[in-house]
Antibody, heavy 119, light 108 residues
Framework: QVTLKESGPALVRPTQTLTLTCTFS??????????LSWIRQPPGKALEWLAR???????FYNPSLKTRLTISKDTSKKQVVLTMTNMDPVDTGTYYC???????????WGQGAPVTVSS | DIQLTQSPSSLSASVGDRVTITCRAS??????LNWYQQKPGKAPILLIF???TLQGGVPSRFSGSGFGTDFTLTISSLQPEDFATYYC???????????FGQGSRLEI
């Protein structure tokens, strides 16, 4: 059974860096074809894809946020980490860790981590 | 980037109704189109991938169709648990740049 769980600070000050951790089970990120992504959702708004990391350490970012994002993995700990620099109140929302299938659909989701950016 | 436009943005329906939601892509995405259901305070759930393939465990009253730029999600007979927001998502872009529609809210 695949499970994903996000963890990180619920409150971040403007200009600070957000670090979120996704801890997963039920699969290995060393398995060929395995991919994880982060997606966020501002309150009452649509979903926005942020970044993806693959089993072979390939990384892809949303072009509009690329300069602020870094995604990494620790396969031994079964974790994927997302950092987002220079946080702003518009970055407030719920951040999801997801597992992709080979077709590019987000088949499995964590419960989400709510993040508020406020001074 | 590829834009997805859903219509309607919101709709009201009754239990037992047949409902169709449309998703239009700004360019040809073949069948790289997926649908999700999201209820308040919950993570989205994958319903359909590759435009028309039902995800395991999803009731057969859900169906998807389309190719190229125009896609539809149909719920054949609404059940109380189907009232939610629905999103389409494309996975055609290379390098990957996944985008979602703005959502369609289905209300009683």
């Amino acid at each position: 059974q695949v499970t994903l769980k996000e963890s990180g600070p619920a409150l971040v000050r403007p200009t600070q860096t957000l670090t979120l951790t996704c801890t997963f089970s039920g699969f290995s990120l060393t398995t060929s074809g395995m991919r994880l992504s982060w997606i966020r959702q501002p309150p009452g708004k649509a979903l926005e894809w942020l970044a993806r990391i693959d089993w072979d350490d390939d990384k892809f970012y949303n072009p509009s946020l690329k300069t602020r994002l870094t995604i990494s993995k620790d396969t031994s700990k079964k974790q994927v980490v997302l950092t987002m620099t220079n946080m702003d109140p518009v970055d407030t929302g719920t951040y999801y860790c997801t597992r992709l299938t080979g077709y590019g659909d987000f088949a499995d989701w964590g419960q989400g981590a709510p993040v508020t950016v406020s001074s | 980037d590829i834009q997805l436009t859903q219509s309607p943005s919101s709709l009201s329906a009754s239990v037992g109704d047949r409902v169709t939601i449309t998703c239009r892509a700004s360019q040809n995405i073949k069948n790289f189109l997926n649908w999700y259901q999201q209820k308040p305070g919950k993570a989205p759930i994958l319903l359909i991938f590759a435009a028309s393939t039902l995800q395991g465990g999803v009731p057969s009253r859900f169906s998807g169709s389309g190719f190229g730029t125009d896609f539809t999600l149909t719920i054949s007979s609404l059940q109380p648990e189907d009232f939610a927001t629905y999103y389409c998502q494309q996975s055609f872009s290379t390098p990957p740049e996944y985008t979602f529609g703005q959502g369609s809210r289905l209300e009683i």
